[in-house]
């Protein structure tokens, strides 16, 4: 029997695959919804300012308004200018450990790294009621003139040169700061009328063999007229490096009600850093401004800064601290010191520019 040919298969015709729109068509109606237009891409959004960028603007803006409040709390008879004040905020971070300062150049990577692991550096913070406290920013100090520092100390053998009259224009800021909100200003020097051939200067008279020169200069002990203290200012001559040690500072600042001391003289690494560890043993927050201190050794001036703001005061920029000057009610110590509610006496600003000869 024959069998009936099979009919040769038909070749499967390959189908063209359905729009994305149709497709998108299907699903929906399958699902019962209206199919959804596709959207074109939306153009691409501008690039956000980096972390970088944000943290330079924010860094900027905050040293404006710093340097608006500085020029604020400047009496009008001041004869500095907004240059001064731009002068003497610049090149200081406003992080909160500070990082970047001038004690970076003398500190290994290893200190670097240390104290931080270790927890030091920390801030105590502004008081509520500071005092402001000048340390020895006398002749003997800052010389006579402004002139190299080899030049000055032939001289004058305590010089710190010319870095001492820079720090000079940045007290007198400071000062005019103060005394706008009318607080109690106190000033340290050497005794003006020290004792025959340097009795009571004990072991300071090993340690330095031109200690006596300043016995045949009655001006050494003068504080420089630049700053020169006002009729209501404080000055307490003192024998020792430590504005405390053997003076009736502790009594004064009792009397006051002071909570915090404003630092600022010289020398950084002696009476300044004497004062400061006396202070903060008696439980003072004490504030160093860092451009209104000096010394005549450069690594000593840095590194005694960078200790103390790691161990016992916070070191900050002089702009800084005028910022905080400005948030403080006036009359905070008038029932403690009457005299410091009488205007303050007009004092025009005496440039320390004075060049030798």
């Known amino acids: 029997m024959a069998t009936a040919k099979k009919a040769p298969a038909k070749k499967a015709t390959p189908k063209k695959a359905a729009p994305a729109k149709k497709v998108a068509a299907k699903k929906a109606a399958a699902l019962g919804k209206k199919a959804v237009p596709t959207k074109k891409a939306a153009p691409a959004e501008k690039t956000a300012p980096t972390k970088k960028a944000l943290t330079s603007s924010k860094a900027a803006a905050k040293k404006r308004a710093v340097n608006a409040a500085l020029m604020k709390a400047l009496t009008p008879s001041s004869a500095l200018t907004v240059s001064d004040v731009e002068r003497s905020s610049t090149q200081h971070s406003t992080g909160p450990s500070h990082s970047g300062r001038g004690w970076d150049a003398y500190l290994s990577d290893r200190d670097k790294r240390l104290f931080p692991a270790a927890g030091y550096g920390g801030l105590v913070g502004f008081g509520e009621r500071p005092v402001v406290l000048v340390v020895d920013v006398s002749y003997a100090f800052t010389g006579d003139v402004r002139e190299p520092i080899f030049d000055s100390v032939r001289r004058w053998h305590n010089s710190a040169g010319e870095e001492a009259w820079d720090a000079v224009d940045n007290i007198a800021l400071l000062l005019q700061a103060a005394r706008s909100k009318h607080l109690p200003i106190i000033y340290t020097t050497g005794p003006l009328e020290p004792l025959?051939?340097?009795?009571?200067?004990?072991?300071?008279?090993?340690?330095?063999?031109?200690?006596?020169?300043?016995?045949?200069?009655?001006?050494?002990?003068?504080?420089?007229?630049?700053?020169?203290?006002?009729?209501?200012?404080?000055?307490?001559?003192?024998?020792?490096?430590?504005?405390?040690?053997?003076?009736?500072?502790?009594?004064?600042?009792?009397?006051?009600?002071?909570?915090?001391?404003?630092?600022?003289?010289?020398?950084?690494?002696?009476?300044?850093?004497?004062?400061?560890?006396?202070?903060?043993?008696?439980?003072?927050?004490?504030?160093?401004?860092?451009?209104?201190?000096?010394?005549?050794?450069?690594?000593?001036h840095w590194l005694n800064l960078f200790d103390m703001h790691m161990k016992c005061a916070d070191v900050l920029p002089m702009c800084e601290i005028v910022s905080y000057l400005e948030t403080l009610p006036d009359g905070l110590f008038f029932a403690q010191m009457p005299a410091l509610s009488a205007p303050a006496v007009p004092q025009a600003h005496v440039s320390s520019k004075r060049d030798a000869g």
């Open 196 to 300: 025959p051939a340097g009795f009571g200067w004990g072991l300071g008279l090993a340690k330095c063999t031109r200690e006596t020169e300043d016995l045949d200069r009655p001006e050494a002990n003068q504080i420089i007229r630049e700053i020169a203290p006002q009729p209501v200012d404080i000055v307490i001559q003192k024998p020792m490096p430590s504005a405390f040690f053997g003076t009736p500072l502790s009594s004064y600042l009792i009397d006051l009600k002071a909570d915090s001391l404003i630092v600022c003289g010289v020398s950084t690494s002696g009476c300044v850093r004497a004062s400061v560890n006396d202070g903060f043993s008696l439980n003072y927050r004490m504030l160093v401004a860092e451009e209104c201190t000096f010394d005549r050794g450069q690594a000593s």
